[in-house]
């Protein structure tokens, strides 16, 4: 590197020494070993069903790509037979199809809600949340993790200092780090007494709960106040998201939202995925059922170890605290043949890195009890003397 292109980088390069000397540089690495890391927990992503209907799209003349945005020439057939499917599964008005999670949350709170409008959201909302309150036109405030009450009294305050607008209270039903439930009937209660809208991000959730993996709104899913986000990446084992709103709210990001007018429409193969994954949600419950199982038999073995957690879902978080703990701990199971992944600041809050365990049909009960038994083995001398046990 000449001394010329090296001054034009060394900013980076101080900032890439100062995350390494804080063990927090990020690498990429090739998956191996038993599936404990990925969020594909109904083992979709590879299901011979989901391959035999991109394959017979594929023959059908189903192109690979969409060719241009949805208002041009990339509205295809397939979009819009997703979309229609999408808003009868979830029990919605209508479904509009984007090309992932974060680019569908960033582009909900940078069109729905408008300026003189007020965003609540929870501390642990995903980063594109975050990242789409502040590129966005409304104000916004922070509330505690999972408190209704920290929520009404950031609209309180704010009404009384004059904000006047619509508010727009926004969480996750299933939190991607903790594993732990948004207090939804309290929030839905919430959002009708200041009538507010509720914005749910069900990401985790889609396809793990509700009746046939409709997720945990599906219960009100015809309220004209609730927008929710159905990723289909995780459990749905394809790509993209559908975000399921009121017809005039889906007519208005049509009209209005950047993310959606300016960008290349979702493979209509990906389309194709999520259609069939929706079928398989109905037509093979037992996958839902043997993820219940699953999640039950390892927090009870976690209960048998003397293991606290948080959690009660598919996502197990084992608390480590410091950084370099729990990149060790996680590369030392890696070599065990288990594949979980640390999870470090700005993910999770300073002094809480963490193994953030995912339960999917990709592993079973016996490489579960090996896995809790090779952490056991490789966290002994703080189970002995007190430390751990994955809780805070």
Known sequence: MNSIHAAKVTDYVAALRALKEDDRLRGLKPRAGIDFASNDYLALASAPSMKKAVL??????????????????????????????????????????FGGGYVANFAVLT???????????????HASIHEGARAGRADFRISAHNDPES???????????????????????????????????????LADR??????????HATGVYGEQGRGLTAPYGTLENLLVVHTCGKALGAAGALVTASGVL??????????????????????????EALLILQEEP?????????????HRQLAVRGWESSSISQIVPYIV???????????????RGFDVRAIRPPTVPAGTACLRISLTLNAGQDDV???????FEETRDDALSGRGHGDR
């Open 151 to 189: 929520v009404e009294n950031a609209i309180r305050d704010w009404r009384a200092k004059g904000g006047t607008g619509r508010v727009w209270i926004v969480v996750e039903s299933l939190y991607s780090m903790d594993g732990d439930f948004a207090p939804l009937e309290d929030l839905v209660a």
């Open 56 to 97: 017979a799209a594929l023959e059908t003349g189903t192109p690979i790509g969409a060719g241009g945005s949805r208002l041009l020439r990339g509205n295809c057939e397939e979009h819009e037979r997703l979309e229609a499917e999408a808003a009868q599964f979830f029990g919605a008005e209508t479904a509009l199809f």
């Open 369 to 375: 009890r090996s896995m809790l038994d090779a952490l």
């Open 286 to 298: 037992e996958r839902q059922q043997r993820l219940a199982e699953l999640v039950a038999f390892t």
């Open 194 to 203: 200041y009538d507010a809208f509720l914005m749910v991000d069900e990401a």
């Open 321 to 335: 605290g410091n950084n370099a703990g729990a990149m060790n701990l996680a590369s030392a199971l890696q070599a």
């Open 250 to 275: 889906r007519d208005f990001m049509v009209n209005r939202c950047r993310p959606f007018i300016f960008a290349t429409a979702p493979s209509p193969l990906m389309a194709v995925a999520v259609r």
């Open 111 to 125: 069109t729905l809600p408008q300026r003189g409008d007020l965003l609540v959201l929870d501390c642990l909302v």
